[in-house]
């Protein structure tokens, strides 16, 4: 059964940088699907941040395109997430999900979610 | 920064049937397919419907999704209780090149 599991810090400092990483158990990384990071600020609704293809293309959301890497580490089984210049408004739960083959935006498969406070 | 209009809220009560409108432009919706969420409380998001109209394995078929020009739609026929949750449709958008997803609709079954 493939599994996603974000692993992360739960607080970053302003103007640090957010990283997590989503091991992938059950299910090789190198296969069709497309990867992606999507969060969620408290109370507020679901923003993409960023895909990553079998390829190694990436592709980003427009605004965070600046501060934002997303990578894969086909050793580990596994993709991340970076994050710069963070600020308050970076707080969110940050989700790792799966898209369906040959899609973007159809997310079969999400992890359960990890909370990202960024306060001093 | 979401550029797919759903309505903040709908309501239906047991057994009816509720749609939940998703409008977008030429740039996404028009082009694209779409996708359709549904988050419980505390929760990830399911995926309900992809391409338009295509269910997941395990989706019940109480669930349908169509798309008309710019505007995709999420029928949910036979309204349970446990379908009380936040809704989401998404779409990629060939201007932003990037996934949009749309604002949310929560669905309150009295």
């Known amino acids: 059964q493939v599994q996603l599991q974000e692993s992360g810090p739960g607080l970053v400092k302003p103007s640090e940088t957010l990283s997590l990483t989503c091991p992938i158990s059950?299910?090789?990384?190198?296969?069709?699907?497309?990867w992606g990071w999507i969060r969620q600020p408290p109370g507020k609704g679901l923003e993409w941040i960023g895909s990553?293809?079998?390829?190694?293309?990436?592709y980003y959301n427009p605004y965070l395109r600046s501060r934002v890497t997303i990578l894969f580490d086909t050793s580990r089984n596994q993709f991340s997430l970076q994050l710069s210049s963070v600020t308050a408004a970076d707080t969110a739960v940050y989700y790792c999900?799966?898209?369906?083959?040959?899609?973007?935006?159809?997310?079969?498969?999400w992890g359960q979610g990890t909370m990202v406070t960024v306060s001093s | 920064q979401s550029v797919l209009t759903q309505p903040p809220s709908a309501s239906g009560t047991p057994g009816q049937r509720v749609t939940i409108s998703c409008s977008g432009s030429?740039?996404?919706?028009?082009?694209?397919?779409v996708s359709w969420y549904r988050q419980l409380p505390g929760t990830a998001p399911k995926l309900l419907i992809y391409?338009?109209?295509q269910r997941p394995s395990g989706v019940p078929d109480r669930f349908s999704g169509s798309k008309s020009g710019t505007s995709a739609s999420l029928a949910i026929s036979g309204l349970q209780s446990e379908d009380e949750a936040d809704y989401y449709c998404?779409?990629?958008?060939?201007?932003?090149?990037?996934?949009?997803f749309g604002g949310g609709t929560k669905l309150t079954v009295l």
């Open positions: 999900a799966r898209a369906i083959s040959g899609t973007y935006s159809s997310f079969d498969l």
């Open positions: 998404s779409a990629w958008d060939d201007t932003l090149g990037g996934v949009l």
């Open positions: 990553i293809i079998p390829s190694g293309s990436t």
């Open positions: 030429n740039s996404n919706i028009g082009i694209n397919t």
């Open positions: 391409s338009n109209n």
């Open positions: 059950g299910y090789s990384f190198s296969s069709a699907y497309y």
